[in-house]
């Protein structure tokens, strides 16, 4: 039960960046959530191929989703 909190958890902080990426074209997915905290996304349209993914996705999704939930150890791009 607890791994189903944390995706829905997780899944509720990816929804409120949802919007930003989609107005430039891109979006992300939640792939998985691994035994050891860690989140691995996809990114997708204008994301997936853009240079500045790798500061999107640390900056950005990561940094976002560690304020909201701390025991996220990283995310991912896969």
Same mark, same amino acid.
């Given at each position: ?16 960046? !949802?919007?930003? =990426? ?10 998985? &959530?691994? /035994?050891?905290?860690? @989140? ?13 993914? !790798?500061?999107? =996705? ?10 909201? &939930?701390? /025991?996220?150890?990283? @995310?991912?791009?896969?």
């Amino acid at each position: 039960m607890a791994a189903d909190d944390l995706r829905a958890r997780v899944e509720a902080v990816i929804d409120t960046i !949802r919007p930003l =990426l989609q107005a430039d074209g891109g979006d992300v997915e939640l792939v998985e &959530i691994l /035994e050891d905290n860690t @989140v691995n996304v996809r990114l997708k349209g204008a994301c997936g191929g853009c240079p500045m993914s !790798r500061i999107t =996705l640390k900056r950005g999704i990561e940094t976002r989703v560690k304020e909201a &939930i701390p /025991e996220i150890k990283s @995310v991912e791009a896969v």
